[in-house]
């Protein structure tokens, strides 16, 4: 791979951008094309796992000039009654921001000038929806509509990254078989402000991240910086994620129809989701978890809620190394981990040294699906023990304590 590439990167989320960061940094052009608004990607934002390489990447190529995200520290599993019943650690540095902060930092390091680069500066356009990538010849062209002006267009690249999420168009016209998969199970989420809540919740949950199991789920919380990046206590966020088991059936498809009677297969976007549905989720709140957690619902303006899916991507190259899938769109993890953003990172990250003539482009793409395949396994483990309290083989070496009985709360 020499000379300067005209790059189109599709989806301009952590995935996208991260890997335009790094082409642009070593002098190519760059342009994302993304699908949605600002405004719709802010809507689904909440807390992020900013880990292993998606920090190593932060630190090499966006330098943030102040700290954007807390350090986490041991994860507790507290009963009903606010006590300690089990506790596990990290088993390296590990950090919390949030999606917002994360996309805002990434994105003015992408737009901002290169003194001395010879790239032109890069490009990201919203409300740009690919609709296919087909070689010709030894380009890629791309076909994308613009939503606004509902014109059509087309562009010529050397090389297409295809970051456009676990529900890829990419991915499905190349892999219509790999098709994320329902897990069983949903989350909800929110994100309140330290400062609307009581003391007595303070005092359990400022700075750590607290975990409950009940019939069918777990809660947790988690502490992150304010959108504005502040660290201060009170300005602080908590971040609540529930887990919930949920067959498809009557309930999950009430549960993911938004105010305006719309059926979602994925998310209801904050702001999106019914009262009685949120009324019903605080009432079963108020009967299961301990008074912290209810004070988090309580306070929570904006609640969504996700299917939970996952899948992986057989292969990450296509057209003779013209056409990479990355980010979520090769691999769809559950959540439990906080790795989809490091898996991103970890592929940008190794790009380069393709870019550079260090790695093969084969041995880029082995590496991302060994990578894959072990994160899979991990993060399905790791959300088994969550929900059971049992630890599975794999999570022996990191979780030793947990297979003591830890107290559920009944349905
Ligand atoms: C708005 C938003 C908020 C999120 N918030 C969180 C969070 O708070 N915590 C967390 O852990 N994870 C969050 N995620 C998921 C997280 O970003 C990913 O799991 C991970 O970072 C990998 O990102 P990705 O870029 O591969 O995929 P995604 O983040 O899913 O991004 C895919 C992007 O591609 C765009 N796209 C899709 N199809 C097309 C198309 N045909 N043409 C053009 N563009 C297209 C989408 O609009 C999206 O911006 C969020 C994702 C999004 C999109």
Redesign the pocket.
Known sequence: MEGTKDVII?????????HAIVLKSLGHNVRI????SPE??????????TGGELQQLIDEYVKPESPYCTTLGAIEWINKDGEIVGQFGPSRPFYLS???IV?RLCKSALLQPAPGSSAKPAIYETG????SVHPSGSKINVE?LDTVSQQHHALEADLVIA????????RRSLHPEVAPQYSGYVTW?GAVTESEVSEATRKVLHGRTIMTRMEAGYIMSYYVPAENGSLSPGDCQY?WVWYQMLPEGEEFNSNLTDADSRQHTTTIPRGRMREEIWAKMRARGRKHLSSPFVDLLEHTHDPFLSAIRDCKSPKAVFHDGKLLL?????S??R?HA?A??S??ARQALSLVKVLKGDMSLEAWETEAIDHAQRIHAFTNAMGSYCFTGVVPPILAALLPTANEAMEQTKD
């Open positions: 599709i989806g301009g989320s952590l995935s996208g951008l991260m094309l993304e699908r949605s719709l990607l802010r809507s689904q934002a909440a807390g992020l796992g949030t999606w917002s996309y740009q929806l690919v609709k994308y970051a456009d999420g676990g529900n890829s168009t990419i989420r971040i990355v980010g979520d769109a090769f769809l993890f959540p906080g989809a953003t898996q991103a």
